[in-house]
């Protein structure tokens, strides 16, 4: 109960701070805006100290091979493909924060703290949560390997990716040829 009270404490520290960071320093604070430097370091840091300390340790149980990898794609495909793209990119719309780019700065994160994401969502955000927060939440666990493998994926592979999304590659090209309009100066 005590973690979780502090949990609730940092989480409003944190926003008061992003808050006070956005009057004092008038930092775009709209939904279409890019985080700051202080708001992501703040952000980040947070959602380290809210990972249980003995899941970031936890070894993936998830086999590392080609039948799990291929599971994965398929289940990141249908949930996870809209919002961080086939290539795991993100920035497919304009959320706040953005969707990340599991391509780069997520690969920081041991496989604990990305199945946490995973798992248990990102509250004030648009992550929900997946798994069962269970250390045996199989198919989250699946997804960890198949995010550590995306800088790597196939041309192949990423178009199975890509066509087997509910949005498909059609679907997510005009939506974003129709923002591109929208913003255009």
Same mark, same amino acid.
């Given at each position: 109960?005590?973690?979780?009270?502090?949990?609730?404490?940092?989480?409003?520290?944190?926003?008061?701070?992003?808050?006070?960071?956005?009057?004092?320093?008038?930092?775009?604070?709209?939904?279409?805006?890019?985080?700051?430097?202080? /708001?992501?370091?703040?952000?980040?840091?947070?959602?380290?100290?809210?990972?249980? /300390?003995?899941?970031?340790?936890?070894?993936?149980?998830?086999?590392? @091979?080609?039948?799990?990898?291929?599971?994965?794609?398929?289940?990141?495909? @249908?949930?996870?493909?809209?919002?961080?793209?086939? @290539?795991?990119?993100?920035?497919?719309?304009?959320?706040?924060?953005?969707?990340? @780019?599991?391509?780069?700065?997520?690969?920081?994160?041991?496989?604990?703290?990305?199945?946490?994401?995973?798992?248990?969502?990102?509250?004030?955000?648009?992550?929900?949560?997946?798994?069962?927060?269970?250390?045996?939440?199989?198919?989250?666990?699946?997804?960890?390997?198949?995010?550590?493998?995306?800088?790597?994926?196939?041309?192949?592979?990423?178009?199975?990716?890509?066509?087997?999304?509910?949005?498909?590659?059609?679907?997510?090209?005009?939506?974003?040829?129709?923002?591109?309009?929208?913003?255009?100066?």
């Amino acid at each position: 109960m005590a973690v979780k009270s502090k949990g609730v404490v940092a989480a409003l520290l944190a926003i008061g701070a992003v808050l006070a960071s956005g009057l004092l320093l008038r930092v775009d604070s709209t939904a279409s805006g890019e985080p700051g430097a202080l /708001e992501t370091a703040l952000m980040r840091r947070l959602r380290r100290w809210l990972t249980p /300390e003995q899941l970031i340790r936890t070894p993936n149980p998830a086999a590392n @091979d080609a039948a799990t990898l291929r599971r994965a794609r398929l289940h990141y495909a @249908d949930h996870c493909a809209f919002c961080h793209g086939a @290539d795991g990119a993100g920035g497919q719309f304009h959320f706040y924060p953005p969707a990340p @780019d599991l391509r780069q700065g997520t690969q920081q994160l041991s496989d604990g703290e990305i199945y946490f994401a995973i798992a248990s969502g990102i509250r004030f955000s648009g992550m929900p949560a997946f798994g069962d927060g269970s250390a045996n939440d199989l198919e989250s666990w699946e997804l960890v390997r198949l995010i550590r493998a995306l800088p790597q994926l196939s041309p192949q592979e990423l178009q199975e990716i890509a066509e087997r999304s509910p949005q498909g590659v059609r679907l997510l090209r005009e939506r974003r040829e129709e923002e591109e309009f929208l913003h255009a100066p």
